[in-house]
């Protein structure tokens, strides 16, 4: 019994080696620890898809729905999977946020907010240092960064934008350019020939590659709704009904126009107009 009493001493101590004599081990505290700050982890470094919360509390976490259940779903399982698999030489690639899981993921969201500090996108006011969560600030953040290199301002840093925001300097960028044509033309070519299948390959093309939260919006001001999740109209759809007396329609309209990003504009029109 009394080799059992020492032993469990003994894993709390460490030898000073100072002046020999025994001190109390500090344990690490562990910041990253529920399942919340977790996935909304996962989610800013874009390993887990989003949920947009239709009335964010940006007081709190980035504006993504908040879950605190166990992290055993498959969608965080495969999360936390994807996150292993780029730090496999630390961790294990089991899908579990154990402790070395989640001391890799502080680092890392520790490691973005430094360079998104050292690029002048946020002060340690707003982001201190001991705070290595994904919440409102470094989500703010995010967006400056994204801003200012033209990227789609979704608050969400992929390790490719994270990789960018290493450079020593960055090159500003201007906000979103316009795509180099108007939606409202190609809707009149689109009426001519509505069977046109490159017409309906860019077209389903640009559904793809726009995001969750954009496809919403345009919905619901395609309905004049204001629906959570609304079934999303399709672009094929909304080209093929679409009328201009309608103001629901034209805000639609005009909303997609303003999301399309150079590179989504450059695949749209490469097959609009493959012959």
Do not use: C
Request: charged fraction near 20%; avoid cysteine; glycine fraction near 4%.
């Amino acid at each position: 019994m009394l080799d059992l009493v020492i032993s469990t001493y003994l894993i709390f101590v460490k030898q000073d080696t100072l002046n020999s004599s025994l001190v109390a081990k500090e344990p690490k505290s562990m910041a990253v620890s529920s399942p919340e700050v977790i996935r909304h982890i996962l989610i800013g470094l874009g390993y887990l898809a989003p949920e947009i919360d239709p009335k964010p509390d940006l007081t709190k976490f980035a504006p993504w729905k908040r879950n605190n259940n166990s992290l055993t779903d498959d969608p965080t399982e495969e999360a936390i999977k994807k996150f292993q698999k780029q730090y496999s030489q630390k961790l294990v690639v089991n899908g579990n946020a154990d402790s070395e899981t989640r001391t890799v993921m502080e680092d890392t969201v520790k490691g973005l907010q430094n360079r998104l500090k050292f690029h002048g996108f946020a002060t340690n006011a707003e982001i201190p240092p001991d705070r290595p969560f994904y919440g409102p600030a470094t989500y703010t953040a995010v967006r400056k960064f994204q801003k200012s290199q033209g990227l789609t301002e979704n608050g969400i840093a992929t390790i490719e934008q994270r990789q960018i925001l290493q450079q020593p300097t960055l090159t500003n960028k201007p906000q979103q350019p316009q795509p180099q044509f108007r939606l409202i033309d190609l809707l009149v070519q689109f009426k001519k020939n509505p069977q046109n299948t490159s017409y309906i390959a860019a077209l389903n093309n640009l559904q793809q590659n726009l995001p969750k939260d954009v496809l919403h919006k345009v919905t619901n001001k395609w309905r004049g709704t204001n629906d959570q999740n609304p079934e999303i109209v399709k672009l094929t759809n909304l080209f093929t009904y679409y009328d201009d007396n309608n103001q629901n329609h034209r805000d639609a309209l005009n909303h997609l126009q303003s999301q399309i990003t150079p590179a989504i504009s450059q695949a749209f029109l490469s097959l609009w107009n493959k012959k």
